[in-house]
């Protein structure tokens, strides 16, 4: 591929996101503050409403996984006819690229993310939580656990290993010849 042909491709990307509404699918997408007050959630239905709750609540990315326009097209594989009005497919990224909880919103109820070139951060919800102690505490043994029965008592002093005047690949290589 040609310089050219890469910065078109790159300019044709740039170009799409502002002939469909400001979203491209793969983005992730953050609820306004007040969209519970807008005119196109409140004529969602409850089960909508609910779905939506539960994916907010989830604390996991929300992405936008389809772009469709609020009225069809006569000539659908036209982009000429295609509307800033859209309707989002909207699911929580599970990672791997597992989706779940799809809804279709107006695009009106939020606005994408950009991180740029790099991938989002990795959410609150997909981090475990875990005991790690990061300070070195010393070992105390116990011998009444059933696991120390046996000799497991590791050396408390270095303990000097023989060696030879030559080294070991030395006399490999003497043996190879």
């Known amino acids: 591929m040609t310089k050219r042909n890469k910065f078109v491709s790159l300019y044709e990307?740039?170009?799409?996101?502002?002939?469909?509404?400001?979203?491209?699918v793969g983005d992730v997408f953050v609820f306004n503050k007040n969209f519970k007050s807008d005119e196109g959630y409140k004529q969602l239905g409850q089960n909508v409403k609910d779905l939506i709750d539960q994916m907010i609540e989830s604390g996991l990315h929300?992405?936008?996984?389809?772009?469709?326009?609020?009225?069809?097209?006569?000539y659908p594989a036209s982009d000429a006819g295609s509307s800033l009005e859209v309707n989002l497919d909207l699911a929580v990224d599970t990672g791997?690229?597992?989706y779940m909880h799809?809804?279709?919103?107006?695009?009106?109820l939020g606005e994408p993310i950009r991180y740029g070139q790099n991938l989002p951060p990795i959410p609150d919800a997909m981090r475990?939580?875990?005991?790690?102690?990061?300070?070195?505490?010393?070992?105390?043994?116990?011998?009444?656990?059933?696991?120390n029965k046996s000799e497991r008592k590791l050396a408390t002093k270095n303990t000097v290993l023989k060696h030879t005047k030559e080294p070991y690949t030395v006399n490999y290589v003497k043996g190879l010849k």
């Open 96 to 98: 791997g690229g597992r």
């Open 62 to 74: 929300i992405r936008v996984v389809n772009i469709k326009d609020t009225a069809p097209q006569r």
């Open 102 to 108: 799809y809804v279709t919103i107006p695009c009106c």
């Open 13 to 24: 990307s740039y170009m799409k996101r502002f002939q469909r509404g400001g979203f491209q």
């Open 128 to 147: 475990r939580v875990d005991k790690v102690n990061i300070k070195p505490e010393e070992y105390v043994e116990d011998e009444e656990h059933p696991s």
